[in-house]
């Protein structure tokens, strides 16, 4: 099974916070769907539409590459991605079509409650545990202050506990996982949702009327919910 070009591409997140929300979101906007497990890529059944399912972080690369169309992704895995490409010099275009009203939450630092946190500057020279080493970056350089990143994919939250780091800088949304690991929340980095991106590589008129007949659709969506 492969991507048929005429087709219009949309990358999602197979399996995680997002996936079940951008699913209800192609279903509301009329896109019949025949979802296997373990497929990677799916066919619509009633629009010109192939949905590819894959890791929320390779949705950014697949859009700037014109791998795919559009993707949907989280603003700080979109960010994230983002500033490494630039850093690397590959190519980073992309435009937003539409900022989503699910998946929010925020990247902040989170440090034990033990710690005498008094703002950043108590981090100098501090191992920070993160799966985001550039928006930290990013922060701490406004801030002045010089850190360690420790670059951990999961099980963030239990870095401190560990002794592998003195703070994390990690995704908050109700702060249960702060609260039952002991840490305290004490700068917001950065404020993310869902977004729905394109791929910056200009599309033949017919991919660009299915995404003119969604956008509208995906907006009474979410006018409906607010
Ligand atoms: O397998 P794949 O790589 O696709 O998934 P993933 O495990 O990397 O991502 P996933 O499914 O956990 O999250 C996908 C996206 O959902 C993130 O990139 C965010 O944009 C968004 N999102 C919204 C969140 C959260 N809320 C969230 N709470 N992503 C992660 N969390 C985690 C956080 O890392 C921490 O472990 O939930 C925990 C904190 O939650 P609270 O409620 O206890 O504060
Ligand atoms: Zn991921």
């Known amino acids: 099974m492969t991507l ?16 079940t929300e951008c699913q209800k979101l192609l279903k509301g906007c009329g896109v019949k769907l025949n979802l296997r497990e373990q497929r990677l ?3 619509a059944e009633n629009m010109p539409i192939d949905l590819l399912l894959v890791r929320d972080d390779d949705i950014p690369g697949l859009v700037m590459d014109g791998v795919v169309d559009l993707g949907v992704v989280g603003e700080n895995v979109l960010e994230e991605t983002l500033m490494e490409r630039q850093a690397q010099g590959e190519s980073s275009d992309y435009s937003v079509l539409k900022r989503l009203d699910f998946g929010g939450c925020r990247l902040s630092l989170a440090v034990a409650q033990e710690f005498d946190y008094q703002g950043p500057e108590s981090l100098e020279g501090k191992r920070i545990a993160t799966s985001y080493p550039w928006l930290l970056k990013r922060y701490m350089d406004r801030q002045g202050v010089k850190f360690k990143s420790v670059m951990l994919n999961g099980s963030v939250e239990v870095a401190p506990r560990a002794g592998v780091a003195d703070a994390i800088c990690d995704l908050v949304s109700t702060g249960a996982t702060l609260e039952a690991n002991g840490l305290v929340e004490t700068d917001v980095i950065f404020r993310s949702k869902a977004v729905l991106i394109q791929s910056a590589i200009p599309l033949p008129t017919a991919k ?15 006018q409906a919910r607010e």
Do not use: T, W
Request: charged share 25%; glycine share 6%.
């Open 4 to 19: 048929d070009q005429n087709r219009l591409r949309i990358a999602i997140q197979k399996s995680g916070r997002l996936s």
């Open 41 to 43: 890529i799916a066919h």
């Open 208 to 222: 660009q009327q299915v995404i003119d007949r969604l956008l509208p659709r995906i907006q009474g969506l979410q």
